[in-house]
């Protein structure tokens, strides 16, 4: 069964410094990533994903993620956090083809000014 | 192109009553899926439709139910609301051709807020 561990229910980050969102994942099959944000009281929006092919993925908002499949990981950063960044982040996993994604429990990042 | 809609946004029920939620897909869009997101629990995933059929379920009580009619519309139903049953109720849609393979991404709606007193 697949599964999900964001390490860190809550990041702080000061304004301008790199955001690093940690990721573990365990699958039986190569696995699809991605990785959504949740503003408040909004639904999920997609930031990137990782399907097959380049390991780095870039995403929206300067968002980017390395699949490593020794260490089983797929970290998100970004190299200067933004005060709109401040949100909930969602890791998520699933395997070929249209089976239902299975997420981490989130974690939320603050932006201190 | 118009994202996932649901409706209503918010709702407040009672214990023992039922409830139906309503989501429209992308055009173009042929699968639903639907999640229950709660602080406890998380995001958790419900059930998918594709072509009016149910084609994958998660490990929910009997009291919740779907469908899907022919234009991808899709609506969820729980029966004898439960105080647990309090959550953000997400819908999902993607292409849902198997010929899309992993790359089926899901595009998520706003949610319903569902309240149970």
């Known amino acids: 069964a697949q599964s999900v561990t964001q390490l860190g229910s809550h990041v702080s980050v000061s304004e301008g410094a790199l955001v690093l969102l940690r990721c573990n994942y365990s699958?039986?099959?190569?696995?699809?990533l991605f990785w959504y944000v949740q503003y408040p009281n909004q639904g999920l929006q997609l930031l990137l994903k990782?399907?097959?092919?380049?390991?780095l993925v870039k995403g929206i908002n300067g968002f980017e993620a390395e699949f490593k499949k020794s260490e089983t990981s797929f970290h998100l950063t970004k190299p200067s956090a933004h005060m709109s960044d401040a949100a909930e982040y969602f890791c998520?996993?699933?395997?070929?083809?249209?089976?239902?994604?299975?997420f981490g429990k989130g974690t939320r990042l603050s932006v201190i000014a | 192109k118009a994202g996932v809609t649901q409706t209503p946004r918010y709702l407040i029920k009672t214990r023992g009553q039922q409830v139906t939620l309503s989501c429209s897909p992308i055009?173009?869009?042929?699968?639903v899926s639907w999640y229950q997101q709660t602080p406890g629990q998380g995001l958790q995933f419900l059930f998918e439709?594709?072509?009016?059929?149910?084609?994958n379920k998660g490990n929910f009580p009997g009291r919740f139910s779907g469908r899907q009619f022919s234009n991808s519309r899709s609506e969820m139903n729980v029966s004898t609301l439960e105080l647990g049953d309090s959550a953000l109720y997400l819908c999902?849609?993607?292409?849902?051709?198997?010929?899309?393979?992993?790359?089926?991404?899901?595009?998520f709606g706003p949610g319903t807020r569902l309240t149970v007193l």
């Open positions: 998520a996993v699933s395997e070929w083809g249209n089976t239902p994604l299975v």
């Open positions: 999902a849609s993607s292409l849902g051709g198997h010929s899309s393979g992993g790359t089926d991404t899901q595009y």
């Open positions: 990782y399907t097959t092919g380049a390991t």
């Open positions: 055009s173009g869009h042929r699968s």
């Open positions: 699958s039986s099959v190569p696995p699809y």
């Open positions: 439709y594709f072509s009016e059929t149910q084609r």
